[in-house]
């Protein structure tokens, strides 16, 4: 049996979907589709609709996956550091004779709970090979320093703790400062000996590339750099403590051999600051939380004009198909039935648009993760809360124009043909 249809002007629909309907099943059924249906027979004006929802669900995937890359690559990069106390000179310290010195290292290094050691004496310096030379950064840190930076070496060996006692002239070199006096040369720097200032140092080992410590520096032991006389040359000191629930005994524990090796007051204030690194993690972290914040706020602005993009067509529908919904009223269709065939309209732009969305946002937050060099993490809350918030642009924008629709006077609007 061919079905009835209506002739609207901008859209010729079946009537199956009141007329035939026999159960409350075939009813849904026959609303899903003319929604469809109607969204089909204005497809320039549906895609353009569309993109709001999706530009703004993109965005908001690409912004979450990655910030949680970056969350992800930032604690597992640096998380030791949450096991570390740092000391160093006290910015506001009135005795200027106070210094850090070798003594300072070796009995810290004895306290309990401590597994790890380092001071720190930064300098600036020229790495000088045949006639090749690079300005760099000299670090003279302890054989220990390794372990506490969680760094790799890429060729060669980190010195041990045997040729830092003998204050060996060794040194390890950053990738960036081989490819400027070597790079050119085919010479494996493993085993040459270049110029540091005036002395001279045998190549043990490189560090690996994108390494935590940068490509631009070379490190050296301590020991062979330290001159006791010269003040102020230790910049710091890092300690590496054997859990974070021991971090504040060991603070305290500093604190107290601080005061009474350079005789200041017992805590240790007023000459050095001692300080946890973790308290430094968790504002990094939350820097990078209110920049996520910020940045997903932005999309959900773009996610709302998409919205109102809905309405603005949905609106402009109702208008366009006030004679369908006159005659769909007067041959006995409810209002409930024409409210929600609008709605469902709305309904289906806004998921389509946010599945359109969600794909482009994972390639966008793929190729980002990649460009940045963070860890790519596809978190199932980021899928619900797209869908959700599309679901919800949907019904939210969507249930004006179905009610004004359903609330359209039958007479009036038959009154338009």
Known sequence: MKQARISTGTQDLPMRWWSDAKTPGAMIGGIVSN?????????????LTMLGIGIG?????????????ATDSFTS??????????????????NTSLTLS?????????????????????????????????????????????????????????????????????VVLGTKVVENIFGQTGIDPIGQTVRIGAQLYHVIGVIEPDSLLGNDGIYVPYTAVYTPSKPNQIAQISIQVDGTD???????????????????????????????????????????????????????ISLIVGGIGIMNIMLVSVTERTREIGLRSALGAPPSAIAVQ????????????????????????????????????????????????????????????????????????????
């Open 35 to 47: 929604a469809f249906a109607a969204i089909g027979s204005n497809r320039q004006r549906s895609i």
């Open 246 to 300: 021991n971090l504040d005994t060991v603070q305290t524990e500093i604190q107290m051999r601080l005061g009474q090796l350079h005789h200041i007051a017992t805590d240790g204030s007023g000459g050095f600051d001692v300080t946890e690194a973790i308290g430094q993690l968790k504002q990094t972290q939350q820097q990078l939380g209110m920049l996520s914040g910020f940045m997903s706020s932005i999309a959900v």
């Open 102 to 170: 070798d003594r300072d290292v070796k009995i810290l290094s004895q306290l309990q709970h401590v597994v790890a050691v380092s001071p720190t004496i930064s300098d600036e310096a020229e790495v000088v090979f045949g006639k090749k030379h690079w300005s760099t950064t000299l670090s003279g840190v302890s054989f220990s320093y390794l372990q506490m930076q969680n760094v790799s070496i890429g060729s060669g060996a980190w010195w041990s703790s045997e040729e830092e006692q003998s204050r060996r002239h060794v």
């Open 342 to 417: 609008f709605l469902l309209e709305a309904l289906a732009l806004s998921i389509i648009s946010g599945g359109l969305g969600l794909g482009l946002g994972l390639l966008m937050g793929y190729g980002l993760s990649s460009l940045l060099n963070v860890s790519f993490i596809v978190n199932t809350s980021s899928f619900l809360i797209a869908f959700g918030v599309s679901t919800a642009i949907g019904v939210g924008f969507g249930l004006y124009p179905a009610l004004r629709a359903s609330r359209l006077d039958p007479i009036i609007a038959l009154r338009s043909f």
């Open 57 to 69: 669900v993109a965005a908001f995937i690409a912004i979450v996956t990655l910030s949680q890359g």
């Open 77 to 94: 990069k640096l998380g030791f550091l949450a096991q570390t106390i740092t000391v160093s000179r006290a910015r506001n310290a009135t």
